[in-house]
Every structure is written in C-alpha cells, then in structure tokens.
C-alpha cells in the first residue's frame, strides 16, 4: 500500500518559531510537492522538488523554504512562522514523465500559528 | 503558464441524479496530465480519476467520468447516480508531462447532495 506521511496532522506554533513540515514518501518517486489550502483558494503551490536537492518555487514561496536531500524526504521549513501562515498543509508526490497519472497526497497537517 | 478555473464555488443535486462539475484550463505544454480529486470534510484527498491529453476516449471509473473536451480546453466530471456520500470539496488538477512536471489545482466545487 503507497504510503505518503506527514510528520504531524495539527501544529501550533508561536509567531516567530521556526517550523518543519516533513513529508515522507515510500514509493521512490522523482517529485514532490508542498500545498497550502485556504477557504476559496484551493491549492496554492509552495515548492516543489523533481530531485534530491533540487527545488523550484511555487505560486506563493514566500517565507518558506524547503530541504530534500534525500529521495524519499521533503520538508517545508517556516523561517519565522506568522499568522498568516496559520493553514492547511498538504505534501503530495507524483511519479515523472509519461507515467504520471496519480498524485498521492499525505493526510495534511493543520498548522495554527499563534 | 498553466491555469487551472472551476468557475463553481457551490453546487447541489438530488440524490440519485447526475451532476457535472466544470473545469477549464490553459496551457502551452504539448502533453499533460488532467485529475479530478475528491476531498471530504476528513480533508484527505481521494483520487478519482485521470485522463491523458492524448487519450483517445473519455476517462471512466465507476460513477465517475470525465468530459474531456480539447480544443474547448475543458475537463468537466461527471457523477451519475449521485449519493448522499458524495457530498464533499471537488478539485481539478492538470500536470504537464514533459519537464517539472508540476501540478497546479483549481480552487474547488463544493458539491451538496440532497436527499
């Protein structure tokens, strides 16, 4: 059975913590991705990674970073968590190329930050 | 750049009806990839189904099927039968499948089925 975790299902974090999001993946493959899902906004990309080491910004990358250095891995760092930042967030992975039919997605973690 | 536009922030149908979530997008990318997910108030993202740009035929799976039109650039999905379990958030997605492969998201249809 695939599997793809998030470190966390609820978080609440102080205003000026540094937070990690993780995100692990079993099924060896190339992308991965960070989602932040508001009310009326749908999915808005952060990040993502088609390679360990590789990233490229999303959407809304803004006071966010992100670490994969290894395959399977890939976090989502708040350098200064605002309250703004207060969402859900969903990590998602997809296979590369032609064969990418499916995106599985970890089961969310909600973030509030206070 | 890719788009993805779900121009129907809420929808209702009767139980046992058929309903039709519209969904259009842009892109310049020869070859891409169209989604639709499922997401109920548990806020876990099902997927249910996929269709290919290139894909001859219409994607079924059970009461799901997608409309895909190309040149209207549209991928409308289609619930027949509808029940009351169907009630939930309902996501288009599109990924090219050449380079990055990134996949960007509508921003949802929430679908109430009425019994």
């Known amino acids: 059975d695939v599997k793809v975790t998030q470190s966390s299902r609820y978080l609440v974090k102080r205003t000026g913590e540094k937070v990690f999001l993780e995100c692990v993946q079993d099924?060896?493959?190339?992308?991965m991705f960070w989602y932040r899902q508001d009310p009326g906004l749908g999915l808005r990309l952060i990040y993502f990674?088609?390679?360990?080491?590789?990233?490229e910004k999303g959407d809304i990358p803004e006071g966010y970073s992100v670490s994969r250095e290894k395959k399977e891995r890939f976090s989502l760092i708040l350098e200064s968590a605002s309250t703004n930042q207060t969402s859900m967030y969903l990590c998602?992975?997809?296979?590369?190329?032609?064969?990418?039919?499916?995106?599985?997605f970890g089961q969310g973690t909600r973030l509030t930050v206070v | 750049a890719q788009k993805i536009t779900q121009t129907q922030p809420g929808m209702f149908v009767q139980e046992k009806e058929a309903v039709t979530l519209d969904c259009t997008y842009d892109t310049s990318d020869p070859s891409y990839g169209l989604f639709w997910y499922k997401q109920p108030s548990s806020g876990e993202m099902i997927f249910l189904i996929y269709?290919?740009?290139?894909?001859?035929q219409n994607a079924t799976e059970g009461r799901y099927s997608l409309n895909f039109q190309k040149a209207r650039k549209s991928a409308n999905l289609v619930i027949s039968a509808s029940q009351l379990g169907d009630s939930a958030m309902y996501f288009c997605?599109?990924?090219?499948?050449?380079?990055?492969?990134?996949?960007?998201f509508g921003t949802g249809t929430r679908l109430t089925v009425i019994p």
């Open positions: 998602a992975t997809t296979t590369g190329g032609s064969g990418n039919t499916e995106a599985f």
């Open positions: 269709q290919g740009s290139y894909d001859q």
């Open positions: 099924m060896d493959h190339e992308n």
């Open positions: 990674s088609y390679d360990v080491k590789m990233k």
């Open positions: 997605a599109m990924s090219p499948q050449t380079g990055a492969n990134n996949l960007f």
